[in-house]
């Protein structure tokens, strides 16, 4: 049988102040760095669940919906919303907050596939994450869609990498 762990089990949060390096030409947050954040937020999260090692497999989106400033606190939270075989799904919500004001608001969101693996590189079995919440479900329900655009996707990026392979 399966290991079954609660989905909040997984959370896992990071906050980091944004300064002047980290930012571009515009005065925020360089995209790149961002996305650095994301993956090691949710290789915590893959890895907390599995309780093995993790290697992400793909991230399967990362939408930017607002920038976040120099001067800004960046709050990643991640959780595992979903379960194949050795693969999981992880879900980031990004939020900035400006410490002089308060406000805050959702900056980007992304999901990314890790794959969990045994001493020797091969993928081992994961459990079942389970739903409690509300968002939990959602999360949860909504994953076989993105699983199967996931698979789509990755079929596609096979046929083209065969296609690089002849030229």
Do not use: C
């Not at 909504?142 to 996931?150: D, F, G």
């Amino acid at each position: 049988m399966r290991k079954r762990t609660r989905m909040q089990d997984t959370i896992t949060v990071k906050s980091a102040q944004v300064f002047p390096p980290d930012t571009n030409y515009y005065g925020t947050l360089f995209g790149g760095k961002l996305m650095a954040h994301i993956d090691d937020v949710a290789s915590i999260s893959a890895t907390r669940f599995a309780r093995n090692p993790t290697v992400t497999a793909s991230t399967d989106s990362v939408d930017f919906i607002r920038p976040i400033k120099v001067g800004d606190t960046v709050t990643l939270m991640a959780m595992v919303t979903y379960t194949g075989r050795s693969s999981m799904e992880v879900f980031v919500r990004v939020t900035s907050e400006n410490l002089i004001t308060g406000d805050k608001e959702v900056a980007a969101l992304s999901f990314l596939t890790f794959v969990a693996i045994d001493q020797n590189g091969k993928p081992v079995e994961v459990g079942e994450v389970i739903p409690e919440t509300e968002e939990e479900k959602w999360l949860f329900e909504t994953a076989p869609a993105r699983a199967a655009h996931r698979k789509s996707r990755k079929d596609h990026s096979k046929e083209l990498a065969a296609f690089f392979k002849k030229v």
